[in-house]
């Protein structure tokens, strides 16, 4: 935001008026195919379900790649945006796997490790994390805070993030 400040001088009265500019929209929303990085064949699975994936205006966190299941295993991780609602959606790389889809409290992921999440837990607390053996996905509400979200066990695990 461009906040353009005048002061006027007259008969010892000041007066301040402000002009705003117009500003960049803090989201624009992509469609699948229009997506840097993601192959044809999940921008078509996206496009199924009528997403659009969030990009930032400072750089694009709609989709991380991590070893979310297990070490070794490269998934895909994608905020399908529709109706105001995101949910993330996980495409797995292997046999190892959680639930596909998590409700998405952010706009914006990232993949996070085994220092991240046990720094975070020590500094702010919260859940205590398993062990931790693999990547996690930091789901962010932008410049205000964060989930990790840990896939154990077949099931996932909200962790504290950045607050």
């Not at 929209?25 to 009528?50: M, Q, R, W």
Request: proline share 5%; glycine share 10%; aromatic share 12%.
């Amino acid at each position: 935001m461009f906040i353009n400040m005048k002061i006027l001088i007259a008969s010892s009265i000041i007066v301040y008026s402000t002009v705003v500019l117009a500003e960049e929209p803090e989201f624009t929303y992509l469609e699948p195919k229009n997506v840097p990085g993601l192959t044809s064949d999940i921008a078509a699975k996206l496009e199924e379900k009528n997403c659009l994936v969030p990009k930032w205006r400072f750089e694009f966190g709609g989709v991380t790649k991590g070893e979310f299941a297990i070490s070794g295993q490269t998934d895909i991780a994608v905020i399908c945006t529709k109706n105001g609602m995101s949910e993330i959606i996980i495409f797995w790389g292997g046999p190892a796997k959680c639930p596909s889809n998590i409700k998405s409290t952010g706009q914006f992921i990232s993949t996070v490790g085994k220092k991240y999440i046990l720094d975070h837990y020590g500094y702010y607390g919260g859940n205590k994390p398993p062990k931790i053996t693999h990547q996690a996905i930091n789901d962010h509400y932008v410049e205000k805070s964060s989930v990790v979200k840990y896939c154990n066990n077949g099931n996932w695990v909200n962790l504290v993030g950045a607050d």
